[in-house]
């Protein structure tokens, strides 16, 4: 079985709440919660903090642009079933190739601007 493609990032849509608490800066930093689609693999979960700063003090666009780093927990992420191996022959009297699913998790990383 050959494996044309690893796909170790992944792009995702997330609705997320969030309230800014602690001053830092120029802005404001708190929590934040976010729950999204994953592509064949049912929900993702995150939860972090977030910093939020207006784009201008001088023009009358006050929107915030935010930027959150958080962890990403993943229930249905799927790898290859026991006794498969990437880039070999399936097993003797294989015709199918199995999948496990398995919970993953990681780092996420999201950018944000209001217009």
């Known amino acids: 079985m050959r494996v044309s493609a690893v ?14 608490i602690w001053p830092l800066g120029p802005g404001l ?15 993702s979960v995150a939860g972090g903090l977030m910093y939020g700063f207006k784009k201008s003090t001088v023009s009358n ?17 799927q790898k290859l079933g026991d006794g498969i191996e ?9 015709t199918v190739v199995r999948y496990k699913t398995i919970t993953s ?4 990383l999201a950018v944000g601007a209001h217009f």
């Open 61 to 77: 666009n006050n929107s915030p642009i935010t930027v959150s780093l958080g962890f990403v927990y993943l229930p249905g992420a």
């Open 86 to 94: 990437a880039n070999k022959p399936l097993p003797n009297g294989e």
């Open 29 to 43: 930093v708190g929590p934040f919660v976010a729950v999204g689609g994953v592509s064949n693999n049912g929900f």
């Open 105 to 108: 998790s990681g780092i996420m």
């Open 7 to 20: 796909q170790t990032v992944n792009v995702s849509g997330f609705g997320e709440i969030h309230d800014f």
